[in-house]
Structures are given as C-alpha cells and as structure tokens.
C-alpha cells in the first residue's frame, strides 16, 4: 500500500472515531487506534492473498491453521495434502514480536512439535516469501505420499 493511500485510510479512520467516539480521546490514543485498525485489515488481506494464491494452482492450504488441539499455537500458512507449513517471521528487523526472548523460546517449542507431528517447515521474512521453493518442496513432499 502506497504511503499516501495509508496516511489518507488512518485520517479517515481517525475522523471516524472522533465523530462517533463516545468518551473523550487523546489524539495520540485515536492514532494508535487508527493504525491498529488499518494494520489488521492489511495483514487481513496479505493472508487471504496468500491462499488464493495457493488455492488456484490446485495448492490447497489454509491460513491460521491450529494443528494442536490443546495449544494456542498456530501456523500461518498449512498445505494440508503434504504437511507443509509456512511461517512468517515479521519484525525481524524492528524488535518485533519474533526477536523477543519469550516469543524466541515459544517459536522453537512452537517448531519442535510441528517436526514431531510429521510437519515439515520452511519461514520467511514476509517480503522475501520464495514462492518457486515452496513449489518446489510441495511438489517433492507430493511424491513421497505416492510412493
């Protein structure tokens, strides 16, 4: 999304919440909420890209994908047919959530019982997904099933 076309959604986000805000906010606090709120419809529409991607190259997969049952943990991207999961790893860079010490340690747990549940796993940084290497593990992974 172009910096402008951004700056114009949040304005338009924070007239919004002026005009039907019932309590007093700090224009700070309408801000962040503003961001907030444009951040999720995008990430929104990044995944569901993702999958219709997938979807019509006859790749089905499903985002946000919960493979245990009594754990919180989810994949971003699953192929269901072939085991294969694709992380994401945003913030890399900035701090993010990803580089913190406890959500570190909850991705390898995370990561470990994917390998121990038979799902094989490839992660990106979310600009830099390779979309002819993920082709190419789930064409190899399809193989190994009919054999």
């Known amino acids: 999304m172009p910096l402008k076309k951004g700056i114009k959604n949040i304005g338009k986000n924070i007239k919004e919440l002026e005009e039907h805000g019932k309590r007093k906010r700090s224009k700070k606090q309408i801000i962040a909420i503003a961001l907030n709120v444009a951040n999720k419809s995008k990430k929104k529409n990044c995944i ?38 694709i992380e994401e790893e945003g913030g890399i860079f900035i701090n993010g959530s990803h580089c913190r010490p406890m959500r570190f340690c909850s991705d390898m747990e995370k990561y470990n019982l994917m390998t121990e549940n038979g799902i094989s796993l490839l992660r990106y940084q979310p600009r830099k997904i390779d979309h002819d290497q993920i082709k190419r593990v789930y064409d190899r992974l399809s193989l190994k099933q009919k054999v």
């Open 48 to 85: 569901s890209y993702f999958k219709t991607m997938y979807d019509e190259k006859g790749m089905p997969c499903i985002d946000e994908y919960k493979f245990l049952p009594n754990r919180k943990f989810r994949i971003d991207h699953y192929f269901p047919q072939v085991n294969l999961a």
